[in-house]
């Protein structure tokens, strides 16, 4: 049974947070990733994580292009007389005012997987609620590493997370699949402090994720439900 996880304690009243649901990555397949949201409709989680809408959401998205260079032969190779000629051939563009061409042609080269961070600030108020937040921190950690499997010989893939709201639903704010890539905890805030019970005050937590699979037209516009 998956555990749930919360912070603050009553976040669930609060009528509107984000959920981290974290799931086993060894019962998907790449076809099933690919199917946006529905891949996880058959798949029994490992836990959930209540936490607080961070105050800075940003979607950021990007592809990437290749420049191509003297797609003209003859270009190249006036380009390579020219690279030899060296200073000489420099003077003579200045004297005529001219120069060989050098066309660029822009290649596409693929698409970036969405990348994204959420930080927040975790003041615990009650000893239930910083054991929530240890256990919180504990499982994103545990959930980015891999696993040794087949008797250590191999590793086996870090947990995959869904991510989405409870309480509300934002139309231009929805995540593919995703992995966890880091994981930051700033624990002292200028000074360090520490409770009887091992239990830190503040907390600092930034939690980076990327999609993991890249976004195509199709997946995007069954993932808005256009």
Known sequence: MASTLRFPEDISGSGSYMVLTRYNSQGFTT??????DQVFIKAS?????GMPIPNEL???????YEDIQDTNIAGKIQNAATAKMGSAAQMANLATGSTNPNIST?????VQAKAFSFSWSLVPETKSEANSISEIIQGLEEA????????????KFPDIFRISFAGVRPKLLKYMP???TGVEANYANGHFQVYSDGNIPYIQLTVSFVEIVSRTREMQKRLYGR
């Open 58 to 64: 940003t979607d950021s998205s990007s592809v990437s």
């Open 106 to 110: 822009m290649l596409f080269n693929g």
């Open 178 to 180: 995703s992995v966890i």
């Open 31 to 36: 076809a099933e990733l690919r199917t946006v």
């Open 45 to 49: 989680p490992i836990a959930s994580y």
């Open 144 to 155: 980015k590493l891999p696993y040794f499997a087949v008797a250590g010989q191999r590793l």
